[in-house]
């Protein structure tokens, strides 16, 4: 028995027969769905596509315990996976001593975690000792005439937060945007907005600051040797100190008339409306730089504690004492004249006396005259400008940086070699007498 094949056509008659609508509307209606649900299953498909497409371009991220949303810092366990931290770990050419977990903790600065189990502090406070003492005792030596305040400003222009926050950037530490458990271990956490736990530094905080800042006084050499921190510089991690300063700059404000305090309010204004720019206020930018300081010196800190201390003084050596600094562009002299004529009374040479070695366009525009300075038959220095008192004045500056920079050589012994096994038999270093005139 042949089947017949109901034609389409009939259904459509059947369903407008039912609804009470004409065979031309149905026909219609039911065009129109079949195009819709064809249209919706085109893009469902087309919509799985590029979830998995981004899928492979963009891979879901890992899970994540329950409580490391709510943590300071990343766990310790997670520094095995971050690619971010290998890379760093084998850019710095750091030994297969040094864990993961260790070089993880370097980047947590102390105002991400107060905890100081978990934050970079202590080795933080292990590493600045190890660079102020190795760079201290290599200027020391190599150039042993240099002043006190050019020693100071040498010392923070190798070691301070300002070359250590460009190391930092050079080993291309990127930062996290905020500091939390969720983070990728490899990025630099720190918080802008609280200062944390502050290193320890080696000083003495002067129950005096407060007068220092308001009345301007003077701080002797002698005085900064002895109460200030290792670049000179006033130690001022005291929460009293601060609050006295604070009352005293309130007190000296009591004082003022309403037209100062307007025209102080006007020039405050100014100052922040060219402070706040795209790169955040200055104490966002401090906060970076201070923490961005604080993971060069926990680094060493960490080749400390694993390696020893020839692989901390062989990384301070080649990352922080190999940067190049013209330690004669530090040198200020407000009276090289009278200065020069007493290093020489002192040392028993002659008294200096400046000659004029050639000269050209005297009657011009711009005339040159090259200037010497004498002591007896030697040559100290010599010094060409435009004016005859200017020559004479850059031939006694140079003559006065050729002493204070005089070195043994280049690359001199230092004390701490002596701590290496079979180290030759120690030669006193040469030790000067100390500048001139006391700055």
Not at 230 to 251: N, Q, T, Y
Not at 372 to 384: F, M, P, T
Not at 405 to 418: A, F, I, K, Q, T
Request: with cysteine.
């Amino acid at each position: 028995m042949k089947r017949i094949a109901t034609p389409s056509l009939t259904g459509r008659l059947l369903v407008a027969a039912r609804s009470g609508v004409s065979p031309a509307t149905a026909a219609i209606r039911s065009r129109s769905a079949i195009s819709v649900r064809s249209q919706s299953t085109a893009a469902l498909a087309q919509h799985d596509a590029s979830h998995d497409l981004n899928n492979d371009r963009f891979p879901p991220l890992e899970p994540l315990p329950h409580a490391a949303e709510s943590l300071p810092s990343p766990l310790p366990e997670r520094a095995l996976t971050s690619a971010k931290l290998a890379a760093l770990h084998a850019r710095l050419n750091l030994s297969p001593k040094i864990p993961l977990q260790t070089l993880a903790r370097t980047l947590v600065d102390a105002s991400a975690d107060q905890n100081p189990q978990f934050n970079n502090a202590n080795l933080a406070f292990v590493g600045q000792t190890l660079i102020n003492y190795h760079i201290a005792e290599w200027l020391l030596c190599k150039y042993p005439r240099l002043p006190q305040g050019i020693l100071f400003s040498a010392m923070k222009a190798y070691a301070g937060p300002k070359p250590l926050l460009q190391i930092a950037r050079s080993w291309g530490v990127d930062t996290a945007a905020v500091p939390g458990g969720e983070v990728d271990p490899g990025l630099l956490q720190f918080d802008a907005l609280k200062p944390g736990i502050s290193i320890t530094n080696f000083g003495y905080k002067r129950t005096e600051l407060a007068y220092l800042e308001k009345f301007k006084w003077r701080r002797g050499m002698a005085s900064r040797v002895v109460l200030d921190d290792d670049f000179g510089d006033i130690v001022r991690s005291d929460p009293k100190v601060a609050a006295d300063l604070e009352k005293a700059m309130e007190e000296q404000d009591q004082d003022k008339t309403p037209d100062e305090e307007e025209a102080e309010m006007v020039a405050n204004e100014q100052d922040q409306d060219v402070s706040y720019d795209r790169y955040g206020n200055p104490d966002t930018r401090a906060a970076a730089e201070r923490a961005h300081a604080c993971f060069v010196r926990a680094v060493v800190g960490a080749i400390y504690a694993h390696c020893g201390r020839e692989a901390a003084k062989a990384f301070v050596k080649a990352h922080i004492m190999s940067r190049t600094l013209d330690i004669a562009k530090l040198f200020e002299f407000k009276y090289p004249t009278r200065e020069l004529a007493a290093l020489c009374a002192r040392e028993d040479f002659e008294p200096p006396v400046a000659r004029l070695l050639s000269e050209t366009g005297r009657q011009s525009r711009t005339p040159v005259f090259v200037v010497g300075i004498y002591s007896g038959s030697d040559k100290l220095g010599e010094g060409a400008a435009s004016s005859l008192d200017h020559a004479r004045f850059k031939a006694a500056m140079n003559a006065l940086k050729a002493w204070y920079l005089y070195s043994p050589g280049e690359n001199p012994r230092v004390p701490s070699d002596m701590l290496e096994e079979g180290a030759k038999p120690w030669t006193p270093a040469y030790i000067d007498m100390g500048e001139v005139i006391s700055r």
